[in-house]
Each structure stands twice: as structure tokens, then as C-alpha cells.
T-cell receptor, first 111, second 113 residues
Framework: KQEVTQIPAALSVPEGENLVLNCSFT??????LQWFRQDPGKGLTSLLL?????REQTSGRLNASLDKSSGRSTLYIAASQPGDSATYLC??????????FGGGTRVLVKP | NAGVMQNPRHLVRRRGQEARLRCSPM?????VYWYRQLPEEGLKFMVY????????ESGMPKERFSAEFPKEGPSILRIQQVVRGDSAAYFC???????????FGPGTRLTVL
């Protein structure tokens, strides 16, 4: 059974610092991994999708790496801003199309 | 291109009533997924549907819950005889093909009194 863990559960940094969010999964037989952002009381916004054959994806200040063999992904957010404050979720897709989510990392960027 | 739409956004029901949650996928998407987020818990998969077919319902509670995605119209998640433990945010996602990313709707927040 696939299990996804995100560490840390919460993170507080001053504005301008880089953010490093970690995600680990127990079964390396995945098709892809997605990173999402969730604001309080809102839905999920897809940030990056990494296919199993890829090592990383970049979008603006965001960069996500994937090491499938070790079951790890890391989301880097450069030069954090207060607007980056949210909960960040990673999810893996294995056979069957369903996504298995981690518990999330709650990020606070202080001005 | 409108995103995934869900309605209602908020739903209040008394114990024993029925809840119907609707999801309209993005244009061109024929795959729909329902997830539930219980208070202070992560998102959990419930069911995966294509038009007129349930593909995977391994995450659905065995009783009171059902889902459909008819040929015409939105996907419906139906909860009969709701209990307080059903209070949660229910999210719908859609994708165009089976190995593409899933796009999520804003969710329906169900409160059972």
C-alpha cells in the first residue's frame, strides 16, 4: 500500500528565504508525482507535474526534483514571498489513476 | 476554458438527510475523480469514473455513498442518511486521459448538523 509522507508538517521563514519541502513515498512504482498548493478553505492548485521518467520540473520560482528509486521528491521555492503562504501537498499516481496524498506542509512566509 | 466546477460550494444537512454533490469536469475531460478531506486529515481517494462507468470505487465507504457520471450532465456524488462524520470537504478532479495531471475543483464543504 502506497504511503506518502511530507516533512516538515509546518514551516515558518522570513520573506526572501528559499523554501525546501520534502515528500517521500514507499512504493517507487509510480507514474507521476504532482505538487499542489491549497489555500485555507479553498481548492487545490496544481503547481508541477513530474513524470516518472523525469528528474525535475521548473516553473518560475518553483523547482521540483524526483528520485524515484529512493522514493523522494523535493519542492524548492526560491526567494519566498508572503503570498507563498499556503499548504503544499504532494501526491503520487500509481496504477489505477488514483492519487495518494501526503499530509501537507503548512508554510508561513513572514514579511 | 472554465476549470472544474463544483456545486454547491457549501452544503448543510441534518442527520438522516441526503446530500448530492455535483461536479462538471473541464471541457474535453472524460475522467472524473472524487476525493474527501476530513477535518485535520489529508485528502483520500474515493472513486474514479468515466462516462457511464465506475472504474475504481475502492475508496468509497461500503454503505450510503454512491457516484455516477452519466452520458450527459455532471458527475454526482450522493450520500444517503448523512451522519456527523460525513462532514468534510469533497473535491472533484478531472483529466483528459488516464496518465495526465488531474485538475481540481474548488470543493464542496458539507456540514452535517
Amino acid at each position: 500500500k502506497q504511503e506518502v509522507t511530507q516533512i516538515p508538517a509546518a514551516l515558518s521563514v522570513p520573506e526572501g528565504e528559499n523554501l525546501v519541502l520534502n515528500c517521500s513515498f514507499t512504493d517507487s512504482a509510480i507514474y507521476n508525482l504532482q505538487w499542489f498548493r491549497q489555500d485555507p478553505g479553498k481548492g487545490l492548485t496544481s503547481l508541477l507535474l513530474i513524470q516518472s521518467s523525469q528528474r525535475e520540473q521548473t516553473s518560475g520560482r518553483l523547482n521540483a526534483s524526483l528520485d524515484k528509486s529512493s522514493g523522494r521528491s523535493t519542492l524548492y521555492i526560491a526567494a519566498s514571498q508572503p503570498g507563498d503562504s499556503a499548504t503544499y501537498l504532494c501526491a503520487v499516481r500509481a496504477a489505477g489513476n488514483k492519487l495518494t496524498f501526503g499530509g501537507g506542509t503548512r508554510v508561513l512566509v513572514k514579511p | 476554458n472554465a476549470g472544474v466546477m463544483q456545486n454547491p460550494r457549501h452544503l448543510v444537512r441534518r442527520r438522516g438527510q441526503e446530500a448530492r454533490l455535483r461536479c462538471s469536469p473541464m471541457k474535453g475531460h472524460s475522467h472524473v475523480y472524487w476525493y474527501r478531506q476530513l477535518p485535520e486529515e489529508g485528502l483520500k481517494f474515493m472513486v474514479y469514473l468515466q462516462k457511464e462507468n465506475i472504474i475504481d470505487e475502492s475508496g468509497m465507504p461500503k454503505e450510503r455513498f454512491s457516484a455516477e457520471f452519466p452520458k450527459e450532465g455532471p458527475s454526482i456524488l450522493r450520500i444517503q442518511q448523512v451522519v456527523r462524520g460525513d462532514s468534510a470537504a469533497y473535491f472533484c478532479a478531472s483529466s483528459p486521459e488516464t496518465d495526465n495531471e488531474q485538475f481540481f475543483g474548488p470543493g464542496t464543504r458539507l456540514t452535517v448538523l
